[in-house]
């Protein structure tokens, strides 16, 4: 016998609510019937809202008794959405995983070695990294801030640090000026690496990292450590590599 699921949603000529649409795609998913009621004016929406004590749309109900919104209706099927200020360690993944790809389709087009797509692989997170910071460059400079010890001493690298990470992964993936991109690989590196080590592990703040831009909820810790390891290491192999 198939379940069935009340749905209440706005669906007006000049606004078709997108939570509406995903709640009715989502009990669709998890196997109800549909009974869907759009709210196709403003009028019509207030006074459902009135009659029914609630302050948005869309609502379902479940067997007679009322759900909520979307989040509530992901909350009932146990996939909660996050709240804001969770720490998530998605961003970093999702960066990482298709630096991984890239590499590989380049090194797929390359006449290199087969080690030759962990550099690849560094330079391009090192890219898409700085990019992410690039984004909005203010709000990652007062983030970078809170714990880099150069950034706090000379605040105009807080604001040149994305520019100086995404142009060092372009060279190396680039092949050019090695003498330049190691160098500065090397140094930014190094400085993080200390700067993260002296706040996590000496100091035990609980600070979030600006690794994927400043409105970004990645706890800072052993990622952040690990990007600047790497940067360290591509910068060696690079100035190695050039000699």
Known sequence: ?????????????????????????????????????????????????????????PQTWIDGKRIGGYDDLRAHFGRPLPKPGDTSYTPVIAIFAVSALLALAVFRMSDGPPWMVLPYFAA????????????????????????????QTWVPYAYAYPFLE??????????????????????IGAIGAWSVFRAVFIRKRQLKCACVGGNSNVPLGFVSLTENLVMMAMGLFTLAHAI
């Open 124 to 151: 391009m997170a090192m890219v898409l990294l700085g990019l992410q910071k690039l984004q909005d460059v203010e709000n990652f400079s007062t983030m970078f801030l809170n714990y880099d010890l150069l950034a």
């Open 1 to 57: 016998m198939t379940r069935s699921a009340t749905l209440y949603r706005m669906v007006m000529p000049d606004h078709l609510c997108p939570f509406g649409r995903k709640s009715k795609w989502l009990l669709r998913r998890k196997g109800y019937g549909v009974e869907d009621h759009r709210l196709r004016t403003r009028k019509e929406t207030d006074a459902f809202m009135e009659r029914h004590k609630v302050g948005t749309t």
């Open 166 to 187: 995404t142009g060092a992964g372009f060279l190396m993936l680039a092949g050019l000026l090695p003498w330049l991109s190691g160098p500065v690989a090397l140094a």
